[in-house]
């Protein structure tokens, strides 16, 4: 029975072994794609707030300026974009922005954009109504998809289907702390501070210029808030497979102790036996 024991613990710890060298390979992919995912979050942020801020100038300057993007209205339906993950083994990253727009979404009438495969399993098995899945995977889309996804939302606003545009998405703050967060799209706020005229001149006019910018505000929007996640996921898988390393450490060192007390004892049986024998 000894015998069979110290098999039994040794196959074990061959198993940790492999286990062990699977999670610190994944994690040092993780880091590896959390470095390009930062950069391309670093890199989106300046066009994003060039828009912001000619917006932000366009709606404040102009006391008689009036768009559909800045009327508030009763919602009756809302639009939700979701952003989640291709793959598990992140730790709590899906199942977070999963659980804080589904909260959210209770007793709303309400579409979703699912951005990422366990976006749309989730949704889908919940029998909410979606507007497509052709953006199941979450690491394919470009730059371009997310302008393409943009304009086609803004054309729906300005046409009624939807009474607001909200985005759940889950925020980089660092590499050990990543947070669920849902934004709201449209319609957009205006600055509660008095009116300033502007010294910027816009061609052909301010609410033409507003029209054009809102979709490529929004899709810049969209593009900064998927770099976000995709860091974040990065992030949280590479902490997820980092603790599953150690663990796989204390297992091994922890089995070794077992297999070694095993092995002394089937010693010191055997001895005890000849012993008793002679």
Not at 53 to 69: A, E, G, K, Q, R
Not at 110 to 120: E, F, S, W, Y
Not at 136 to 152: L, P
Request: glycine content about 6%; aromatic content about 8%.
């Amino acid at each position: 029975m000894a015998g069979v024991s110290t098999k039994e613990i040794k196959n074990r710890i061959r198993s940790m072994e492999s286990t062990k060298q699977i999670t610190k390979a994944m994690e040092m992919v993780a880091a590896s794609k959390l470095r390009h995912a930062q950069a391309r979050v670093t890199n989106s942020r300046p066009y994003f707030e060039i828009l912001y801020s000619t917006i932000t100038d366009i709606v404040d300057s102009n006391l008689d300026f009036s768009s559909p993007y800045l009327m508030e209205r009763d919602v009756k339906k809302s639009m939700y974009i979701v952003i989640a993950g291709d793959r598990g083994l992140a730790g709590g990253y899906n199942s977070n922005i999963l659980k804080k727009v589904w909260s959210e979404l209770e007793g709303k009438n309400a579409v979703v954009l699912p951005i990422g495969k366990k976006a749309v399993d989730f949704f889908r098995s919940r029998k909410m109504e979606l507007l497509t899945e052709n953006y199941a995977e979450a690491a394919a889309i470009s730059i371009g998809d997310c302008f393409t996804i943009a304009k086609q939302l803004s054309k729906a606003y300005c046409k009624g289907e939807f009474d607001e545009i909200i985005i759940g998405y889950t925020n980089f703050v660092s590499v050990l702390s990543q947070t669920p967060a849902t934004l709201r799209l449209l319609p957009l706020l205006q600055s509660a501070g008095e009116k300033k005229p502007s010294d910027i001149v816009y061609e052909p006019n301010c609410a033409e210029v507003f029209e054009t910018i809102v979709p490529e505000y929004l899709g810049g929007i969209l593009y900064g808030a998927l770099c976000e996640s995709r860091a974040a996921e990065q992030a949280a898988r590479r902490t997820a497979m980092d603790s599953a390393t150690q663990n796989a450490e204390e297992m091994i060192a922890d089995l070794s102790l077992k297999f070694n007390q095993a092995r002394q004892a089937a010693i010191t049986q055997e001895i005890t036996e000849i012993v008793a024998g002679s």
